[in-house]
């Protein structure tokens, strides 16, 4: 089954079109990696998956529903920036729970979500800290607990790590290895990092110029990249 479904899709921003009929179907549980150059199109493609970013053309399904004109809350989605802006005020507990408590959710279920990503991620001894307390590799945890406790059908994520040191990166590069593995939430993710794509991915999109160049599992890519471009691509230094 197909949980996002990616039919034809077109984008322009005024008279620039930037997404050139995009295909691709992201089955259950799946873990999918968009690469591509700086200003190809990742980040554009993946918020018009979130319904951040309307679409000029074509559909985006999400489990069966044409969601095109379906807001953000409602698409059983959950994303991650680059740019996790946590609110300072808060504590951890209170970043976490706080799209929760925008929703009606009760309060012995909002805290049982809490401690149960909280548990999943290793935050349970910083429940009560707030973010100017905590380490850049903490701050993105938080930001994926405020992502896990939703529930979604989908995450997404746009260079989760990028803005973190190269070390820390390669450590939670195998964090969010490990959580999709034990959560197993279909997940779309956009890094400019092919290692990286690499690693985590079932299978990897590359994207040049708005269009897709190939996408299939890592090894095939090595193996069998079917332009210049993608050789040059993969096998480009980080
Ligand atoms: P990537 O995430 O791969 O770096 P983006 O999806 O951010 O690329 O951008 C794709 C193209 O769309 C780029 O040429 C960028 O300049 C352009 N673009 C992105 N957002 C806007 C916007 N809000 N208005 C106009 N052009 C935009
Ligand atoms: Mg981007």
């Given at each position: 089954?197909?949980?996002?479904?990616?039919r034809?899709?077109?984008?322009?921003?005024g008279?620039l079109?930037?997404?050139h009929?995009v295909s691709?179907d992201?089955s259950d549980?799946e873990f999918v990696a968009?690469v591509?150059?700086?200003?190809?199109?990742?980040?554009t493609?993946l918020?018009?998956i979130?319904?951040?970013?309307?679409?000029?053309?074509g559909?985006?399904?999400?489990?069966?529903?044409?969601v095109?004109?379906?807001a953000?809350?409602?698409r059983?989605?959950?994303?991650?920036?680059?740019n996790?802006a946590?609110?300072?005020?808060?504590?951890?507990?209170q970043?976490m729970?706080f799209?929760?408590?925008?929703?009606?959710?009760?309060?012995d279920?909002?805290d049982?979500?809490?401690?149960?990503?909280?548990?999943?991620?290793?935050?349970?001894?910083?429940?009560?800290?707030?973010p100017?307390?905590?380490?850049?590799?903490?701050?993105?945890r938080v930001?994926?607990?405020?992502a896990?406790v939703?529930?979604p059908?989908?995450?997404?994520?746009?260079?989760?790590?990028?803005?973190?040191d190269?070390?820390?990166?390669v450590q939670m590069r195998s964090?969010l290895?490990?959580l999709?593995?034990r959560?197993?939430v279909?997940?779309?993710y956009?890094t400019h990092?092919q290692?990286?794509?690499m690693t985590?991915?079932?299978r990897?999109?590359?994207?040049?110029?708005?269009?897709?160049e190939?996408?299939g599992?890592?090894?095939?890519?090595?193996d069998?990249p079917?332009s210049?471009?993608?050789?040059a691509?993969i096998g480009s230094?980080?």
């Open positions: 089954m197909s949980t996002v479904a990616i034809n899709v077109h984008k322009s921003y008279a079109p930037v997404i009929c691709l992201i549980g968009l591509g150059p700086s200003g190809c199109g990742k980040s493609l918020r018009m979130a319904g951040l970013e309307d679409i000029t053309a559909d985006i399904v999400i489990a069966d529903r044409v095109n004109d379906i953000p809350k409602d059983d989605i959950a994303m991650v920036f680059q996790y946590l609110y300072p005020h808060m504590n951890v507990r970043n729970g799209a929760l408590r925008q929703r009606k959710i009760s309060r279920e909002i049982r979500r809490v401690m149960n990503a909280a548990r999943i991620l290793g935050l349970e001894q910083l429940l009560d800290r707030k100017r307390a905590l380490s850049g590799g903490q701050r993105q930001a994926m607990g405020r896990i939703r529930n059908n989908v995450f997404l994520f746009d260079e989760p790590l990028s803005n973190l190269a070390k820390l990166r964090e290895k490990e999709h593995q959560l197993g279909t997940t779309v956009v990092d290692i990286e794509a985590l991915a079932d990897v999109v590359v994207m040049n110029g708005g269009i897709v190939q996408m599992p890592p090894l095939e890519l090595y069998k079917m210049l471009f993608v050789a691509f230094p980080p």
